[in-house]
């Protein structure tokens, strides 16, 4: 039988650490896309530049945080590796979509980050990250869990809910981080609660 509060602490702080790894490969990204395009910190990239940025920043965040669950989650569950891809994949989906509909509305992706004190549109496009990973993992996790679908329900609101906590305040950098390791805490819950929940064991080989 498999240790459930092990199990969720695990998923929480594991969780937690990959998706810190992967906010370090975002900023070394935007570093080196800074250099590439010459652009500074004080203006925003073209919506092509700034597209290719968030895919970018899609594939080395997603494959960060779709390693780590697949490594928890292969230890007792026959989860296919590519549990590690579909992740990026949602997100990339994502940007693609909200690159092309805000260039023809005339808008840049980095306008609505969270950051520039606007949340919401920012939690919008991550709660549709949660939706289309949710989505894709579905077909995976509904043969190793019961009632798997409300897995896309947990991935869509764990999101979408740990952005919003992240931006209570974002005038203030002690703050700021508190936020941050609040809203990577309550996904781990939000998504591993909800794994505790509609697990099933793994039937004997």
Known sequence: MVNMTKFLRNWILLNAAFIIIGYILMVLF?????EITNISMSEWPS??????????????????????????LRKTYSIPSSWIYLVPA???????????????????????????????????????YGLIIGLFQFSIIRRHFFKGAFWILASTLAWGVSIILTAINVTNDIF????????ILVYGLMTGGVLMWILKPRKSE
């Open 30 to 34: 935007g570093i080196l896309m800074m």
């Open 47 to 72: 919506p092509l530049e700034q597209t290719i940025w968030q895919i970018g920043n899609a594939i080395l965040f997603g494959s960060s945080i779709g390693f780590i669950q697949w490594r928890l």
């Open 90 to 128: 949602g997100m990339v989906l994502t940007e693609l979509v909200a690159g092309i509909l805000l260039w023809e509305m005339g808008i840049n992706r980095g306008e609505f980050a969270f950051w520039e004190n606007n949340p919401i549109p920012h939690a919008v496009i991550a709660s549709i």
């Open 176 to 183: 700021l981080l508190i936020t941050f390791v609040i809203g």
